[in-house]
């Protein structure tokens, strides 16, 4: 059977991007009655200087959201990294398995390497934390977004040379991403890049919790272009092609339908009907947030019931790479 991992850093509510083109996904894998893994990985929001209260408060909202989102507890384990010190232990032991200049070329290094003046090293490892991740749980399938790619490939190699030094014992990972466009959901202010929730201007992102007013003026300043009629051409149209492949998402068309609905609109009008759209969709889901942090007790114990789960699998893992490796002294 299929094992199926992903995680999410907490940086409080998900942005349209996460959301459809990992969120949903995993929702919909779990409906199937696929062995689901979720991790909040606040090991990896430390590699970048971030404010202490703030993390604490993003982890509960980003368990609140994927709950509101639709994964259930009940069926699958959500759980918080750095509740399992699993993670931080493979961690270490895959750190001898890569090299240098394979992680120095890794865009999201490049990319945000840059953004300080000294790298922390914590930056530098972050994929091989990654690879500890999926590795732990032996997963077999990860569903992300195009952007982590990279990462899962990084991934794969981990896997393949450990089983080469040490013996078969890892799946390489199968990425599982969006064949439609939902993998890569756009800036609204520069759609030459990807929404990120690390975007400077807070126009450029979506998020589950913006009330319908933020959603309609976010929609409306939306970068688009001197054309005023309605078509699909990424390359040439980037703006109003992410629209309507937002707008596709949400009410679950097709692209072709959503053009040829839109014949008769303008950019203005148009985008009023995709924020429409996007409000309708989220609504219950922005209903739920709410709900699910006012019990913050709850919180806590559903994230402590996951984390004693994937305990028990992470803590046999470490058992059999230190068997393989000739760590400690238990037989
Ligand atoms: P993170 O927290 O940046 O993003 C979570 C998920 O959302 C996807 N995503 C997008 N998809 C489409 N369009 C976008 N604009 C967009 N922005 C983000 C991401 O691809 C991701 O699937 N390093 C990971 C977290 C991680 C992880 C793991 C993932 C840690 N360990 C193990 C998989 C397996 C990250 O920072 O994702």
């Known amino acids: 059977?299929?094992?199926?991992?992903?995680?999410?850093?907490p940086t409080g509510s998900l942005h349209l991007g996460n959301y459809l083109g990992a969120v949903r996904k995993w929702t919909q894998l779990q409906k199937s009655r696929e062995n689901v893994t979720i991790c909040i990985v606040d090991m990896h929001s430390i590699t970048m200087?971030?404010?202490?209260?703030?993390?604490?408060?993003?982890?509960?909202?980003?368990?609140a959201t994927l709950?509101?989102?639709?994964?259930?507890?009940?069926?699958?384990?959500?759980?918080?990294?750095?509740?399992?010190?699993?993670?931080?232990?493979?961690?270490?032991?895959?750190?001898?398995?890569?090299?240098?200049?394979?992680?120095?070329q890794l865009p999201q290094f490049k990319e945000k390497s840059r953004m300080v003046r000294d790298v922390p090293l914590g930056l530098f490892v972050y994929p091989v934390l990654q690879a500890a991740d999926i590795m732990l749980y032996k997963a077999t399938h990860v569903p992300v977004g195009i952007d982590q790619l990279q990462h899962i490939q990084l991934a794969q190699h981990l896997a393949r040379n450990f089983n080469t030094r040490y013996g078969e014992m890892f799946p390489?990972?199968?990425?599982?991403?969006?064949?439609?466009?939902g993998s890569r959901i756009?800036?609204?202010?520069?759609?030459?890049?990807?929404?990120?929730?690390?975007?400077?201007?807070?126009?450029?992102?979506i998020n589950l919790s913006d009330s319908p007013d933020v959603i309609k003026e976010?929609?409306?300043?939306?970068?688009?272009?001197?054309?005023?009629?309605?078509?699909?051409?990424?390359?040439?149209?980037?703006?109003?092609?992410?629209?309507?492949?937002?707008?596709?998402?949400?009410?679950?068309?097709?692209?072709?339908?959503?053009?040829e609905e839109a014949k008769q609109l303008d950019t203005a009008k148009y985008k009023e009907r995709v924020a429409e759209a996007i409000i309708e969709h989220l609504r219950p889901i922005r209903e739920k947030i709410n709900l699910n942090l006012t019990?913050?007790?709850?919180?806590?114990?559903?994230?402590?019931?996951g984390s004693e789960k994937a305990r028990k699998a992470a803590q046999q893992t470490m058992c059999e790479i230190k068997q393989r490796l000739g760590l400690g002294v238990n037989a």
């Open 1 to 9: 059977p299929r094992k199926i991992f992903s995680g999410i850093q």
């Open 49 to 63: 200087p971030h404010n202490p209260p703030l993390l604490r408060e993003n982890i509960f909202t980003m368990a």
């Open 67 to 104: 709950l509101a989102c639709g994964v259930d507890p009940a069926q699958s384990t959500l759980f918080v990294q750095s509740a399992v010190m699993e993670h931080s232990e493979l961690n270490w032991i895959l750190n001898s398995l890569t090299t240098m200049p394979r992680l120095a």
């Open 172 to 181: 390489v990972c199968t990425p599982m991403i969006e064949e439609n466009d």
């Open 186 to 205: 756009l800036s609204l202010r520069e759609p030459s890049k990807k929404m990120s929730k690390s975007d400077q201007n807070p126009k450029a992102t």
């Open 218 to 259: 976010k929609i409306k300043k939306a970068v688009t272009d001197f054309t005023s009629d309605i078509s699909y051409s990424p390359k040439i149209r980037p703006g109003v092609s992410n629209l309507v492949n937002i707008h596709a998402q949400v009410t679950g068309m097709d692209i072709a339908t959503v053009v």
């Open 295 to 305: 019990n913050r007790n709850e919180l806590i114990y559903m994230l402590e019931m």
